[in-house]
């Protein structure tokens, strides 16, 4: 297979995440403002916004650039059953910048003092789409007592670059492209040279959308046109194969019988040449079921006419399978 036939998949991708915003009402649209701003301790405030009643508490972790906002389909669902928390990892929407690399130990106990900030205390079902699989299960690796169940939405898995290379040929599943514009924006940024229209630049930051409040549109263009958003993109892409990955690699090799669902997603592959589709869509269920298979309770499922953006394609599968993971967690072994 010629490198670069396969699209790079870790993402919902900050463009796609916050497009896909529907505004809120102008006195709070949550593209404006943002939720509740937590003080770690080395004085950065990371963006977290919950939502919700009941236990375990839902803890939901956005792919690769995305913020809080990528799950405005699943959280108000979720929220009728369960308090959910998303957030914006650092570097990302409200949050501040955080210290390089940012990679999936960084992000995990980011998330883990955020929550013991405002004392939010589980049990925890951890949610994370794409990329925000390895934090995910890098976060439950780090609260193993806290964390009951798992929910895997069409999941990075670790050394996939890896992975790739080895089953179809070099650059098959690269980030060159996704690293190169972050290269180019950050240049832009850094120059003060955003926004523009200049071919290489236009897509850096985010045109206004019918209907959008001018607050919502002010704060977006206030993160696209900071260097912080685009060097924290360089960070986590160059982690990704390498120390997250890493990171996920060491942690545990058995989840015991923790309630584990992962979701595939039957289009991920849909754009790819017609010879190689079905190849590929097999080799990543075949990933999916390599991780469901740490856990005795741990089950892989196709979902179908959904591509890799199952939070806005499916929403409702992934609510099915929050509820399901938070009934079997009350039944778990101590």
Not at 166 to 195: D, M, Q, W
Not at 230 to 246: F, G, H, V
Request: with cysteine.
């Amino acid at each position: 297979m010629r490198p670069g036939l396969i699209l790079a998949l870790v993402a919902g991708l900050a463009s796609l995440a916050v497009t896909g915003c529907r505004a809120a009402s102008p006195a709070r649209d949550p593209e404006a403002y943002p939720g509740q701003l937590v003080r770690l301790a080395d004085g950065r405030r990371l963006n977290l916004r919950c939502s919700g009643k009941g236990a375990p508490t839902v803890l939901l972790e956005s792919g690769f650039a995305a913020g809080s906002l990528a799950w405005w389909k699943v959280q108000p669902k979720i929220a009728a059953t369960n308090r959910v928390c998303s957030y914006d990892r650092a570097g990302y929407g409200f949050s501040d910048e955080g210290p390089a690399p940012r990679d999936g130990a960084a992000t995990a106990r980011d998330l883990d003092e955020a929550l013991r900030a405002v004392r939010i205390k589980g049990p925890f079902v951890v949610v994370g789409h794409s990329a925000g699989g390895l934090y995910a299960r890098l976060f439950a690796d780090r609260r193993p007592a806290d964390v009951v169940g798992m929910v895997l939405v069409d999941t990075s898995v670790e050394f996939q670059e890896q992975r790739f290379n080895t089953a179809f040929g070099a650059g098959a599943a690269s980030l060159a492209g996704i690293r190169s514009k972050a290269v180019r924006c950050l240049a832009g940024a850094e120059a003060k040279a955003l926004p523009s229209e200049e071919p290489a630049l236009a897509s850096c930051t985010p045109q206004p959308r019918e209907g959008q409040s001018p607050e919502a549109a002010a704060a977006r263009m206030a993160q696209a046109v900071n260097p912080a958003t685009w060097r924290t993109q360089i960070s986590e892409a160059d982690s990704l194969w390498a120390s997250t990955s890493r990171q996920v690699a060491e942690g545990r090799t058995s989840l015991g019988d923790l309630p584990l669902i992962v979701l595939t997603a039957e289009g991920t592959y849909a754009g790819a040449p017609e010879a190689y589709r079905a190849t590929l869509a097999a080799f990543w269920a075949g990933l999916h079921q390599e991780v469901a298979a740490r856990s005795t309770r741990g089950d892989q499922r196709l979902v179908v006419k959904t591509s890799h953006m199952m939070i806005f394609d499916q929403p409702d599968a992934i609510v099915a399978a929050v509820a399901e993971v938070s009934r079997a967690s009350k039944t778990r072994r101590p």
